[in-house]
């Protein structure tokens, strides 16, 4: 009688949302064998066949997360989650440092995304997805509410500010939005390139300290309150020295 071979041991991924639609794509892309399973019947397909199972990769929410991981403690598989606010008893937190919105994220863009862990965890990482040459960096404390806090910051407020800044450009002096698109790939140039994060790298008037050009912006943008509570934020952070009087600046 001829033998059914054996199914190769693959990645149970659970969730079908941003991230988990990402990771599928890389996982495929990297060859590795991997299985999606619907959050509500995951759990007797991926016990049932758990001899082939690697690891159980849960891209799921925070909210579900510790209900998820609670039924599948005593199964014995690794258990991988993605969130960066979550803790999870008998898991492993590795959180993508990167922005999954609805627009696809291929697979050679993610083959980039660092993971980040908590501490002494970088190696379990390697163990469970050798294949993966993803940077992974551990934390110098375990992962909390203000490190997610700071995830959330870098991750949203940059690109709300820009949108405002490229919608105000658009309206009122008709600049394609299109042509913002150098101006800001050379802010992640500046940002890539700055060693000393001791001090933030500004350009234009704020960083010559012309304070007649600032002064005059300030001016400008006060018919917009979100306008102006963001440039005045700007001097409070790069120019905390701000106002002095022309001449103090140029004596």
Same mark, same amino acid.
């Given at each position: 009688?001829?033998?059914?071979?054996?199914?190769?041991?693959?990645?149970?991924?659970?969730?079908?949302?941003?991230?988990? #639609?990402?990771?599928?794509? /890389?996982?495929?892309?990297?060859?590795?064998?991997?299985?999606?399973?619907? #959050? %509500?019947?995951?759990?007797?397909?991926?016990?049932? $066949?758990? &001899?082939?199972?690697r690891a159980v990769l849960l891209?799921?929410?925070?909210?579900a997360l510790a209900g998820v991981?609670?039924?599948?403690?005593?199964?014995?598989?690794?258990?991988?989650?993605?969130?960066?606010?979550?803790?999870?008893?008998?898991? /492993?937190?590795?959180?993508?440092? /990167? $922005?999954?919105?609805?627009?696809?994220?291929?697979?050679?863009?993610?083959?980039?995304?660092?993971?980040?862990?908590?501490?002494?965890?970088?190696?379990?990482? #390697?163990?469970?997805?050798?294949?993966?040459?993803?940077?992974?960096?551990?934390?110098?404390?375990? #992962?909390?509410?203000?490190?997610?806090?700071?995830?959330?910051?870098?991750?949203?407020?940059?690109?709300?500010?820009?949108?405002?800044?490229?919608?105000?450009?658009?309206?009122?002096?008709?600049?394609?939005?299109?042509?913002?698109?150098?101006?800001?790939?050379?802010?992640?140039?500046?940002?890539?390139?700055?060693?000393?994060?001791?001090?933030?790298?500004?350009?234009?008037?704020?960083?010559?300290?012309?304070?007649?050009? &600032?002064?005059?912006?300030?001016?400008?943008?006060?018919? %917009?309150?979100?306008?102006?509570?963001? /440039?005045?934020?700007?001097?409070?952070? &790069?120019?905390?020295?701000?106002?002095?009087?022309?001449?103090?600046?140029?004596?």
């Amino acid at each position: 009688m001829r033998q059914v071979p054996l199914e190769k041991p693959f990645f149970a991924l659970v969730g079908q949302g941003r991230v988990g #639609r990402a990771l599928a794509a /890389y996982l495929s892309a990297q060859q590795l064998p991997h299985r999606v399973f619907a #959050r %509500d019947s995951f759990l007797s397909e991926i016990l049932s $066949s758990k &001899t082939n199972v690697r690891a159980v990769l849960l891209a799921v929410s925070d909210s579900a997360l510790a209900g998820v991981g609670k039924v599948l403690q005593s199964s014995e598989l690794p258990i991988v989650h993605f969130s960066g606010s979550v803790r999870l008893e008998g898991g /492993y937190g590795f959180h993508p440092l /990167y $922005s999954f919105t609805e627009r696809s994220v291929g697979p050679e863009e993610f083959a980039h995304v660092p993971f980040l862990c908590d501490p002494g965890h970088a190696r379990v990482f #390697r163990e469970i997805f050798p294949e993966l040459g993803n940077p992974v960096y551990e934390l110098k404390t375990p #992962r909390d509410a203000r490190y997610h806090a700071l995830c959330v910051l870098l991750g949203n407020l940059p690109l709300l500010i820009q949108d405002r800044a490229a919608r105000a450009l658009h309206s009122d002096y008709a600049v394609p939005r299109e042509a913002c698109l150098p101006f800001l790939q050379s802010l992640l140039a500046n940002f890539a390139s700055a060693r000393q994060m001791q001090s933030v790298p500004v350009a234009g008037p704020i960083a010559r300290r012309d304070a007649l050009t &600032t002064a005059a912006h300030l001016n400008a943008v006060s018919s %917009d309150p979100f306008l102006q509570a963001l /440039y005045t934020l700007l001097l409070e952070e &790069t120019w905390p020295e701000y106002p002095l009087t022309p001449k103090e600046i140029h004596p």
